[in-house]
């Protein structure tokens, strides 16, 4: 009897991902995450979702200011069996704090989404609140708006608002900061 491709899946622990990484196991190209314990592929990003990227940790840095790093596309080692690589995280300090170990925890993740957005509204959103990472953003594209994710629990986040161009939204770990959310959208 043949096995089924259940029977054949074979879960990764984050060490073990770091070091076939490490090895050059995967093509410098290969655009992988690593989400409880399974690699998945990350769509290839075009200009539009660069740009939007760009824009948006541009509003983060302005709001953030010194003593944060506003990390773009680099990997949140977040538990034994995950290292997801979201479009953005605020993190506390300076880059080479992180010289020797990526960062375990964020203030704030920012996913910006077209073809990602079932995975970054489940998948990604449970991933995050489990995790303890306080607020979550997801620029949802296809729907012009700012889904703000807030109060951790381990099955996700309690609170959930939506925001369009017009509003503004004032970061937890930066309250006297607002972004106007048009100037995140494109």
């Known amino acids: 009897m043949p096995a089924t491709a259940s029977e054949v899946t074979y879960r990764w622990s984050r060490e073990a991902y770091d070091r076939a990484i490490e090895a050059g196991v995967f093509d410098p190209d290969d655009r992988l995450e690593l989400i ?4 998945l592929a990350v769509t290839p990003q075009g200009s539009r979702h660069a740009a ?3 824009q948006a940790g541009e509003m983060l840095r302005r709001a953030f200011g010194g003593g944060f790093r506003i990390r773009v596309q680099s990997p949140l080692a977040v538990g034994d069996d995950s290292e997801p690589e979201p479009d953005l995280a605020v993190v506390r300090g300076r880059a080479l704090d992180y010289l020797d170990a990526h960062p375990t925890s964020a203030l704030l ?3 910006v989404s077209d073809e990602s957005l079932r995975r970054d509204r489940t998948l990604k959103q449970r ?3 489990g995790h303890g990472i306080p607020e979550y953003w ?6 012009a708006c700012l889904e703000v994710y807030r109060d951790a629990a381990a099955s996700g ?13 004032a970061p937890l770990a930066c309250p006297g900061t607002a972004i106007a959310v048009g100037d995140l959208l494109p």
């Not at 409880?36 to 690699?39: F, M, P, R, V």
């Not at 997801?138 to 729907?143: C, F, K, R, S, Y």
């Not at 939506?162 to 939204?169: F, K, M, P, Q, Y």
């Open 36 to 39: 409880e314990g399974q690699l």
């Open 52 to 54: 939007i990227v760009d």
């Open 109 to 111: 993740v920012v996913e």
């Open 127 to 129: 991933l995050y609140a």
């Open 138 to 143: 997801v620029l949802a594209l296809p729907d």
């Open 157 to 169: 986040y309690r609170s959930v608002a939506t925001l369009r161009a017009g509003d503004r939204i």
